[in-house]
């Protein structure tokens, strides 16, 4: 018998919850002590955590404040805190307590940034650091950390590029601060790495040899370079004190101080929290685990739950090694090791996926430094299926991804069902051919990340085109905008342009000058001598791009020094172009959105779109790329508004760099990403995928190279760099994690030679260590299916030597999980790709222009067709008149004459693909006004009242999931204190209110739905249930929006704010299935401490008519 008054299996029925399984029950009611909990892949560790938290809170062995519970995400942390409170409440409710007060004692639930800041604004001081620093966004570092190295005068042995250096200095400095180091150690420490190397001598009596193998040379060099990017380091954290500001890896490094350095800190957080709980731990850096151990070690009640085989953070700190060592880090008083729990039914994935799970990761389970049980399927688990394909090219596999996604949906269709799917990608190169192959056979996609976008044709062109606006010596730019259909430049006149680059550069040249008026002026001689020092000079000091050259075009039929000469069309074509860049140039003073759509405008890209649209639904196709065209325009233009908001000095030339930097990195600089569309497959990468799951998934690109990126099939085997290269790489002696990484023995070396040696066999070590982490990448991938599976690559891709198969695939073929014989056999001889490829024709002539181009121009001769017989009688023209594509010409013709009406009157307007809720109330407000927005989108500069509405919706999502970490009020600006009171005043009303006595049912709930032909987002603030109304409508809820004024005394203006109630009030009605009439809705005016219950609110019908605009 339990000597506990509630058990696991009490509360499970009590909440009508599903029992939980013999595992689940050891966590929920172990000790308080000490433990591990090892949870594979969709073991439900959420569900777990959750109810372990209830279950101790309901037998008294600790207050709901008592308890701690840290995540990596805030959605994490919502969901966990989430399940928790509706438990809890629940539970009260059972017990016929009064759950109203409880509701103020809440466990505190945060992420671990979160919690390391909380620590820092409360104890700072104690290290006589600034509490109220600035947390500084990715934009704001990169700019910080640019002006450090624009400003350097030192020197590098090699020749790296800017950009390389910023990322060095950001990297190098996140670096030191994950492993604990100062900067000044730091340089020591590879001082004297270095310094130990060239001790080692040369082996006497060998010939020839004058100096160290070119390895160890080399090596040394690479170390030189990062001591000297770690001086551009101190002086990037300099600028970081004086503006008072950190970054998160900060953070954690001053927090992990105060728990070492101050035992009072630790003393503190311990008696404030008996009970604590770490999530995805086998996430955690190395300063993170000290941290944590610092405050939490030697016995604290502290479970950590992770899955070694889901760290796949190595590249920002994370160590698969780091939970195989919580039992000794975390060991009781006594020394004993902590406890070991596992969950290991996986409710997620049916048979057949767990078995390629369970064999890709057995290698782990191998060397894992705890026990990792292998996944067993959950009681009645589908069989599942994984097919994997090989065929003889990557346009075939794409082709077949795109195949398998279309026959699962139709499979799933002829069910009445509907599934979710996504492709996921090692690498975000490989997201053009995906989406290309997927929108070929009229699927929906989206991609998801900046590194997508920043990819896209249209987003391209706009880039290229502020570059050449901003930088004249960027004729690469230029050259993109110069070759494409727009202006579509032959190769004639590119050289001509180049020319007339030539000789403006020669110009600016006084040797030269001589030269060039006697050439000028047609002598039959001319000094050879000084012709061949004007020319090399030239050369040399060739500063001049045909950026310059464009905005200096020669008179018209003027030739060039060297014979060349500009066509009369080109030349008409560069001097429009030359206009439309002035015009950008002299724009400069409108904010970087505003910027955008100047340039999409003078690209033409704003009317292709539309006009690309309205052909696809013409042709009654789902999906075009006039939608997604002006898709990709609407989300970069958020991206510019975003880093205007983040910036300090949002300048052109600084989102350009930016932009820059995102676009080098593979993982991209980090924004924050809408809420995926469930309809669309997702294209997303391996990483961002992480704790996601879908029903069909495919995973392409394995090849040996690609998935895994070291390459396994070499006569060597895997090899990697380790820390050996890399500007901004810190060398694994310096890390803390040192002992769980391939080692470099420098004792007993005699000689050089056996230096280079030890490092030949560190670059295996590490190709072995690399291999092990991506591995867990692809158990990772392979695990986010829950049905469906298929794995891919192709013997041809870009290369002239085929790649074969994934090392991961050639296990499940061997394993017999996976079908080998329908593949293509290992080829032979030439690539195909390159012998099927018809030779490519540049610049293409008339009949090669592309489709879209040809179109639009037949179409334009048509609008003249039109016009000319507008003036003629006659009858209805029966002729056919499509293009090549099947386009009725006919309609493209009356486009574009709508076009050019459109463009006497009011610019029209297209709705953007997703609207918000308030965006909808400005759009009933004043329409007019809404669509001007659009098309001039003008940012407004936060108000005093702005800033106090999003402070009081923080606290009240805090309120009700969990304990205050951070005062939201403590703000750093001029109107900080104003604030604070008002908010203050706001705070007590609202706990006088209905509202805070009531226990919601959801608390800032982000929901999509379609009204009109666009997305529209919600974020809810709260949802009650309705217990007046449940007896006859289960499922009554009440959707409540807070408000920190006061209520409109304008009609128009109260009926325009409750088109957002009618948005929120549709959207819960949808997600949750129940009726319209079910959900009702109100305003709370904390200001007045109001409550507003609109009479009637618009319906789906009537909200569809106010989005199309025909209400």
């Known amino acids: 018998m339990s000597t506990y008054e509630w058990s696991a299996h009490d509360i499970a029925r009590a909440l009508h919850q599903h029992p939980p399984t013999p595992e689940q029950v050891e966590v929920i009611e172990a000790p308080l002590e000490p433990v591990l909990v090892v949870a594979g892949a969709g073991s439900g560790k959420t569900e777990t955590m959750a109810s372990r938290v209830v279950w101790l809170i309901a037998n008294a062995l600790v207050l709901p404040e008592e308890v701690l519970g840290l995540t990596f995400t805030r959605k994490a942390a919502g969901e966990l805190s989430e399940r928790v409170r509706l438990r809890l409440a629940q539970l009260d409710r059972v017990q016929n307590r009064e759950s109203d007060a409880a509701m103020l004692e809440r466990p505190t639930i945060a992420t671990y940034n979160a919690y390391a800041g909380s620590l820092v604004a409360d104890h700072a001081l104690r290290l006589g650091l600034e509490p109220g620093a600035r947390l500084l966004s990715e934009a704001t570092q990169w700019q910080y950390a640019a002006k450090v190295v624009e400003g350097w005068s030192g020197d590098f042995r090699t020749d790296p590029a800017f950009s390389t250096v910023v990322d060095a200095v950001l990297s190098l400095s996140g670096a030191l601060s994950e492993h604990l180091l100062q900067t000044a150690e730091a340089r020591d ?192 688990a589908g069989v599942g299926a994984v097919r994997a394909v090989y065929p003889a090219t990557v346009e075939e596999e794409m082709a077949a991804v795109a195949d398998f996604v279309v026959e699962r949906r139709a499979d799933a269709a002829a069910r009445g069902e509907s599934v979710t799917a996504a492709v996921l990608c090692r690498a975000r190169s490989q997201f053009i051919p995906v989406e290309a192959a997927l929108r070929a056979r009229g699927l929906p996609v989206e991609v998801v990340g900046l590194g997508g976008l920043l990819s896209t044709p249209e987003v391209v062109d706009v880039v290229a085109l502020l570059e050449a606006a901003h930088d004249p010596s960027r004729g690469d730019s230029l050259v993109r905008i110069l070759t494409g259909p727009r202006i579509g430049l032959g190769v004639a006149d590119l050289h001509a342009l180049a020319s007339r680059a030539a000789d403006l550069a020669r110009d600016d040249d006084p040797r030269s000058a001589t030269v060039a008026s006697t050439a000028d002026a047609g002598a039959d001689t001319v000094d050879t001598e000084a012709a061949e020092s004007a020319v090399v000079e030239g050369d040399v000091a060739d500063h001049r791009s045909i950026v310059d050259a464009l905005d200096d075009l020669p008179a018209p039929g003027r030739p060039m020094r060297d014979g060349r000469e500009l066509t009369p069309q080109a030349h008409r074509r560069l001097s429009a172009l030359a206009s439309t860049l002035r015009a950008l140039r002299s724009s400069t003073y409108l904010s970087l959105p505003e910027l955008v759509v100047e340039a999409e405008r003078a690209l033409g890209l704003d009317i292709e779109v539309d006009v690309a649209a309205a052909l696809t639904a013409a042709s009654d196709r789902r999906i075009g790329s006039g939608d997604r065209g002006r898709a990709h325009l609407d989300a970069f233009r958020d991206v510019a508004g975003t880093f205007s908001q983040q910036s300090e000095e949002p300048t052109l030339g600084a989102f350009l760099a930016w932009l820059g930097a995102a676009s080098s990195k593979e993982r991209g600089l980090d924004l924050p990403l809408r809420a995926p569309d469930p309809a669309a497959v997702q294209v997303i990468t391996v990483h961002a995928a992480k704790g996601l799951e879908w029903d069909v998934v495919a995973v392409p690109g394995l090849v040996d190279g690609k998935f895994p990126t070291t390459r396994t099939t070499t006569s060597k085997g895997p090899t990697d760099s380790a820390w050996l290269k890399g500007l901004g790489t810190l060398p694994y002696p310096l890390r803390g994690d040192e002992a769980d990484l391939p080692q470099l023995d420098l004792d007993g070396l005699s000689d050089d030679k056996q230096l280079k040696d030890a490092l030949t066999g560190l670059t295996h070590a590490a190709g072995e260590h690399q291999v092990a982490e991506e591995r867990r990448l692809a158990y990772v991938a392979f695990t986010r299916a829950r049905a469906d599976l298929l794995l891919s690559g192709s013997w041809w891709r870009d290369g002239a030597k085929p790649t074969p198969p994934s090392l991961f695939l050639v296990e499940l073929v061997e394993a017999g999980l996976v079908d080998a014989s329908g593949w293509t056999e290992t080829p032979e001889g030439d690539n195909p790709r390159e012998l099927d490829a018809e030779p490519p024709v540049w610049p293409s002539d008339e009949q090669d222009v592309s489709a879209s181009v040809r179109t639009l121009r037949t179409g334009a001769s048509l609008v003249v067709e039109r016009r000319a017989a507008g003036n003629r009688d006659g009858g209805d023209d029966d002729r056919t008149l499509t293009d090549g594509a099947g386009t009725d010409l ?53 108000t005093r009242h702005a800033r106090r509405g999003t402070a009081f919706h923080l606290w009240a999502e805090q309120y009700f999931t969990s304990a205050t970490l951070l005062d939201p009020f403590d703000e750093s600006d001029g109107d900080a204190e104003d604030t604070a009171v008002d908010i203050e005043s706001l705070r007590e009303t609202f706990l006088r209110s209905e509202w805070a006595r009531r226990t919601p049912v959801a608390i800032e709930v982000d929901i999509e739905t379609p009204i009109g032909g666009v997305m529209s987002r919600s974020r809810i603030d709260a949802v009650f249930p309705d217990p007046d109304r449940a007896h006859d409508l289960p499922g009554a809820v009440v959707v409540v929006d807070w408000k920190t004024g006061r209520p409109p005394s304008d009609a128009a203006a109260r009926n325009a704010r409750e088109v957002q109630l009618a948005v929120y009030r549709l959207a819960w009605s949808r997600w949750k299935g129940v009726p319209l009439d079910a959900v009702d809705a109100a305003f709370f005016y904390v200001g007045s401490g109001e409550t507003v219950r609109p009479e009637r609110l618009l319906d789906a019908a009537e909200l569809e008519a106010l989005v199309t605009g025909t209400g």
């Not at 070694?308 to 975390?330: C, K």
């Not at 610019?907 to 759009?923: C, D, G, I, K």
């Open 890 to 942: 006919r309609v493209l013709a009356d486009l574009l004459l709508a076009e050019r009406d459109a463009r006497y009157r009011t610019p029209r307007v297209t709705m953007p693909a997703h609207l918000s809720a308030s965006a909808m109330v400005r759009l009933a407000a004043d329409r007019d006004a809404f669509t001007t927005q659009l098309r001039r989108p003008v940012p407004q500069q936060p």
């Open 189 to 380: 420490r590879i001082g004297e790495l270095v310094e130990r190397m060239q001790a080692i001598p040369m082996p006497a009596g060998i010939k020839g040899r004058t100096g160290p193998y070119a390895e160890v040379r080399d090596l040394c060099a690479s170390l030189e370079d990062r001591r000297a990017v770690l001086e551009l380091v101190a002086e990037y954290q300099e600028v970081k004190r004086k503006n008072d500001a950190l970054d998160f890896g900060d953070q954690i490094a001053v927090a992990a101080r105060l728990a070492q350095e101050v035992p009072a800190v630790g003393a503190a957080e311990r008696e404030r929290h008996r009970v604590v709980l770490l999530d995805e731990y086998q996430d955690t850096s190395y300063a993170q685990t000290e941290l944590l151990a610092a405050l939490y070690g030697e016995g604290h009640p502290v479970t950590a739950v992770g899955d070694p085989h889901q760290s796949i953070y190595g590249w920002r700190g994370a160590s698969a090694a780091g939970l195989g060592r919580f039992p000794t880090r975390f060991a009781g008083p006594d020394g004993r090791r902590a406890a070991q729990r596992a969950l290991s039914t996986s409710w997620r994935n049916d048979q057949m996926i767990l078995a390629v799970a369970n064999t890709t990761a057995a290698p782990l389970r191998a060397e894992s430094l705890v026990d990792v049980p292998a996944l067993d399927a959950r009681p009645g």
